[in-house]
């Protein structure tokens, strides 16, 4: 009998930190990958290898995912063969300030790559997925956007804000049998979390340790994988206990 087809894991913001954990524990798990990020094309290259290393292809794909135009661009070449099965939107950035402080641009920039991105990719692909029925989004968001944190208005609306789409597109999409959830870390060890003041936020951790990216992208791949396939619309916090004000 022939193989059956691998499954594809399209992973935006997957160049470093939690991104490029999640791309290469998908490839380990059997899926090839199509690594979105935006310019850093050396990060993206060292992402790649450990992808092949892992027995598993890996397709490179350089664009804002906060232009539409830009993703139905870099997309639809690619979504006339193959469907993902999976859809990780985890590209984000944190730009803190306080609101009284806060510029427009710093705003707009904000949702829109959080939000607008998770927007712009998905709706490229769900209409496929809907005719497959068959697929799987996940959706990076943050302790933040469930709790709310002070000097980060912006990154805990747009955090939030995908917290709802979560639930919302789980609701129109369960009976193709397409499962949507999202992954709430906590303080995890990325170049985000490189300057913060560690003396200050593990009293606040009943773990006593901030994450790591692997143990953010564990979640994401019990959420892709069959284990999963009674789990919808769901927030799954990986945040070591922490409940923070």
Request: net charge negative; charged share 20%; proline share 4%.
């Amino acid at each position: 009998m022939p193989e059956a087809p691998r499954r594809i894991a399209l992973i935006t913001g997957g160049s470093k930190g939690i991104g490029a954990a999640i791309a290469t524990t998908l490839a380990q798990s059997g899926f090839d990958i199509w690594l979105n990020y935006r310019s850093d094309h050396q990060a993206a290259e060292q992402v790649r290898a450990l992808v092949e290393q892992a027995g598993a292809t890996c397709l490179l794909l350089p664009f804002d995912v906060a232009d539409f135009a830009a993703c139905e661009e870099a997309l639809k070449p690619h979504l006339e063969n193959d469907v993902p099965f999976a859809v990780i939107n985890n590209a984000g950035f944190a730009k803190d300030t306080l609101l009284a402080l806060m510029s427009q641009k710093e705003w707009n920039d904000v949702i829109s790559v959080h939000l607008g991105g998770f927007f712009n990719v998905t709706r490229q692909v769900i209409p496929l997925m809907l005719r497959k029925r068959c697929g799987r989004v996940v959706n990076i968001v943050s302790t933040s956007g469930q709790t709310g944190v002070g000097g980060q208005t912006n990154y805990s609306a747009a955090k939030a804000g995908m917290i709802g789409a979560t639930r919302s597109l789980a609701m129109e999409v369960a009976k193709r049998k397409i499962l949507v959830n999202a992954v709430a870390p906590g303080f995890i060890e990325t170049e985000m979390t490189d300057e913060l003041p560690l003396e200050r936020i593990l009293p606040m951790i009943p773990l006593g340790r901030i994450g790591t990216a692997q143990e953010v992208a564990d979640m994401v791949d019990f959420l892709c994988s069959d284990k999963a396939q009674y789990i919808t619309g769901q927030v799954f916090s990986v945040n070591g206990g922490a409940c923070m004000p």
